[in-house]
C-alpha cells in the first residue's frame, strides 16, 4: 500500500511537462530523492508513515532540511528524523563533507607556501588531488571560511540557557614571522536547553593567557550565552578569573583527572596507587553529604604521614567537589573534561595530516570545519540530558549561596 505522503510520479512528471517549468530537472530530482527518502526512512522505523504496525521500530519526527549540490542546481533534501535513534542517508550525503573540504584546502595553503613541500606533495596525492592552482584553492577558501565564520558567531541566545559548560586549549604548530611557534587554540562546549551538546566558540591566541580567555568567554557572553551553573576545566589561573568575571553565577569544577594528576606531584611515589584509590572513592559516593564525608576520611587518613598532600587536598577542596551540588545523574558529565578531551582526539586525527599551519586562518577554517561537524552530528544523536535532570540541576542550590533558584526565575527548557 502507498503511503498518503508518497507523491504519484506519473502524476507528477505529466502536471511538470504541461507547465514546461524551466526547473523541471530540479524540481524533478529533488521531489524524487525527498521521496527516497522518506521510504528509506519507513525501511529503517519498519513500518510506512502513519501506519499502525506491531513491527515499528521508531517513530517519524519532522525533518532537517540540508543542501545537496547536483548538476542541475542545489536541491533542498529533506532528511527525515526520528523519535529514537538517529537516520542519515550515507549513501546521498557525507557526514565529513565540510571538515574534508577544509583539509584539502589547508593542505593545499601549506603546498602554495612552500612549507614542507615533500610532505605535502605525499598528503595532496592520498586526497586524491595532483595540482590545485591559487585560484581553486583561494575559492574553496573563501566558501569554507564563509561557513565557519557563520558557525563561529552565531547567536547563542536562542539555544540557550547552557546550564554546563566545559573549557579547554590546544596547541597547534603555526608558522608566522618567519618563525614556527605553539599557537593556542581555546575551545568551549555546553549543554543547552534541549540537553545537547554544543561547540560555544572557537579562538585562536598566541598563549594560554588570562586577557585571551577573558577576551574568549566575553565573546561567549555578548553572543548570548547565559544561564550557565558550572564550568568544567583543567585549573589555569587565567580561565579560572575569566569565568568570575565574565560568568559570575557560575560555580567552577576542577577537573577531576588533571587533579588527580596535580596531586601526584607531591605524593611520594610508592604512595601513588593508595592515595589514588581513596580519592576515587570520593567520587563513588550516592550523595553530596557521603561526598563530604568521603572525603573528611581522606583528609585524616593522610593528615600526619603526609602533609603536603593534605594541604593540597584541603585548598582544592570547594574546586573539586563543587559537582555534588547537582544531581547524581550528571555527575559523571561534568566532573571532569573527559568529553573534551574527546573532541581534542578528534580534531587532532584530522589536524596531524597538516603538521605546520600557515597562518591562522588556516587553524581556524580547519578546527572549525570540524567542530561544526561534531555540533551537527550531536543535533542529531541523542540527547547528552535528558530534561528531567536538567530542570533538576537548574533547581538545585545557587552556587556560594544558601538560596535555592524558582521554577519562576528560569529560562523555559524547549521541547
Not at 93 to 109: F, M, Y
Amino acid at each position: 500500500m502507498t503511503a498518503p505522503h508518497i507523491v504519484d510520479p506519473e502524476g507528477l512528471l505529466s502536471q511538470a511537462l504541461t507547465e514546461a517549468s524551466p526547473e523541471l530537472m530540479r524540481d524533478l530530482l529533488q521531489t524524487m530523492i525527498n521521496a527516497l527518502l522518506s521510504a528509506d526512512a519507513d525501511n529503517v522505523c519498519g513500518a510506512e508513515y502513519g501506519a499502525p504496525s506491531a513491527d515499528r521500530l521508531a517513530q517519524r519526527n519532522g525533518y532537517r532540511t540540508r543542501p545537496l549540490d547536483t548538476r542541475v542546481g542545489t536541491l533542498d533534501v529533506k532528511i527525515p528524523k526520528l523519535r529514537q535513534g538517529t537516520y542519515f542517508p550515507d549513501w546521498l550525503l557525507e557526514r565529513r563533507k565540510r571538515a574534508e573540504s577544509a583539509l584539502i584546502t589547508v593542505v593545499a595553503d601549506c603546498y602554495l607556501a612552500d612549507v614542507s613541500t615533500r610532505r605535502m606533495d605525499k598528503l595532496v596525492k592520498t586526497l586524491g588531488i595532483h595540482s590545485l592552482s591559487k585560484s581553486q584553492v583561494s575559492r574553496m577558501a573563501s566558501d569554507l571560511d564563509e561557513q565557519v565564520a557563520q558557525f563561529r558567531h552565531r547567536p547563542l541566545d536562542e539555544a540557550g540557557p547552557f546550564t554546563f559548560v566545559a573549557a579547554d586549549a590546544l596547541t597547534m604548530k603555526v608558522r608566522e614571522g618567519g618563525r614556527v611557534f605553539n599557537a593556542v587554540v581555546m575551545i568551549a562546549t555546553g549543554v543547552n536547553a534541549d540537553g545537547r551538546r554544543e561547540v560555544l566558540g572557537l579562538q585562536v591566541a598566541t598563549s594560554e593567557t588570562g586577557p585571551a580567555w577573558n577576551t574568549f568567554f566575553a565573546d561567549l557572553v555578548a553572543r548570548g550565552l547565559s544561564g550557565v551553573l558550572l564550568v568544567t576545566s583543567d585549573a589555569h589561573r587565567g580561565l579560572i578569573e575569566a569565568i568570575a568575571a565574565n560568568l559570575p553565577g557560575a560555580s567552577w569544577q576542577r577537573c577531576r583527572t588533571h587533579y588527580a594528576a596535580n596531586l601526584m606531584t607531591v605524593t611520594p611515589k610508592n604512595l601513588w596507587p593508595a592515595v589514588k584509590a581513596m580519592l576515587h572513592s570520593v567520587y563513588d559516593q550516592p550523595d553530596q553529604d557521603a561526598v563530604n564525608a568521603q572525603f573528611e576520611r581522606l583528609l585524616d587518613y593522610v593528615d600526619a604521614k603526609l602533609p603536603d598532600v593534605h594541604d593540597h587536598l584541603d585548598t582544592a577542596r570547594v574546586d573539586i567537589l563543587a559537582f555534588a551540588k547537582f544531581p547524581k545523574d550528571v555527575w559523571q558529565q561534568i566532573w571532569s573534561n573527559n568529553p573534551n578531551e574527546r573532541l581534542n582526539q578528534e580534531i587532532r586525527r584530522r589536524t596531524d595530516s597538516v603538521g605546520i599551519f600557515p597562518n591562522r586562518e588556516a587553524i581556524i577554517r580547519l578546527v572549525g570545519a570540524v567542530l561544526a561537524e561534531q555540533t551537527d552530528e550531536w543535533a542529531e544523536g541523542r540527547r547528552y540530558l535528558g530534561f528531567d535532570v536538567l530542570t533538576r540541576s537548574r533547581l538545585s542550590l545557587v552556587p556560594d549561596t544558601d538560596k535555592t533558584i524558582t521554577t519562576d526565575s528560569l529560562p523555559a527548557l524547549s521541547a
